[in-house]
């Protein structure tokens, strides 16, 4: 059982979407923490990062499940905080421009597309925890 899926990739706008895909196997719904970091990377010493990361997550249809740009500024930014503690990812910024979601998902195949609000491009990386 894969607990976390992570990948570092350069990413913009059009042409530079970042694109990661991931299917959940058969049983019952999963919740799942989605994110796109941009800003935080650079306490890590990660330079030319995405500034302001969009995410969008849809399914095998092209239906989008969830999207996010600005994690605080979410009416669920305290749960997606407190869930990112406890499944070990690093915390943001209280106003980072970083992006993401906590969603549930049936069993299916799904794409996050992480692209830079201002049409920017850089380094972004790109999380799926599953939530226990």
């Known amino acids: 059982q894969l607990s976390n899926l992570s990948s570092r990739v350069f990413s913009g706008s059009g042409a530079q979407t970042a694109i990661v895909g991931f299917a959940l196997a058969e049983g019952g719904p999963r919740q799942l923490l989605v994110r796109a970091s941009g800003p935080a990377l650079a306490a890590f010493g990660v330079t030319g990062t995405l500034a302001d990361p969009q995410l969008r997550l ?6 989008t499940m969830a999207q996010n740009d600005n994690w605080a500024g979410d009416a669920f930014g305290p749960e997606v905080a407190a869930t990112a503690a406890r499944v070990g990812a690093f915390a943001y910024g209280a106003a980072s421009r970083d992006a993401a979601a906590l969603v549930t998902l049936n069993p299916g195949s799904y794409t996050a597309l992480v692209t830079d609000a201002g049409n920017g491009s850089g380094n972004t990386l790109i999380e799926v925890y599953a939530v226990p």
């Open 58 to 63: 849809v399914n095998n249809q092209g239906v």
